[in-house]
């Protein structure tokens, strides 16, 4: 009986939280850069996740790349076609890699 009333008592009191002033979310923009295969990107990966995912994964290499995107496609079923794939995996090689 203890632990119903303390877990009802714990969710009510979460309820009654308030902030009495404004909250403002950061807003961090990202250095994108544009060409051959933005498009597809734009098209296939923002729409689950920020610019900041690719570039905060650093300068990779191609193979990297191809992986980040069959992971996508593979685990979390991205629809992303073939022929964007390749599109998507070029501009990431090109714009985001590291050469190898």
Not at 32 to 54: P, Q, R, T
């Amino acid at each position: 009986m203890k632990k119903i009333v303390l877990t009802l008592l714990l969710m009510i009191t979460s309820l009654l939280a308030q902030v009495d002033e404004a909250i403002e979310v950061p807003y961090i923009s990202y250095e994108i850069k544009m060409g051959k295969g933005f498009d597809e990107v734009n098209a296939n990966c923002l729409m689950c996740h920020s610019f900041g995912y690719i570039t905060n994964q650093g300068r990779q290499s191609r193979l990297f790349w191809q992986g980040k995107v069959d992971k996508m496609i593979d685990h979390f079923k991205a629809p992303i076609t073939e022929k964007d794939t390749v599109m998507i995996v070029d501009y990431l090689a090109k714009h985001y890699g590291n050469g190898k």
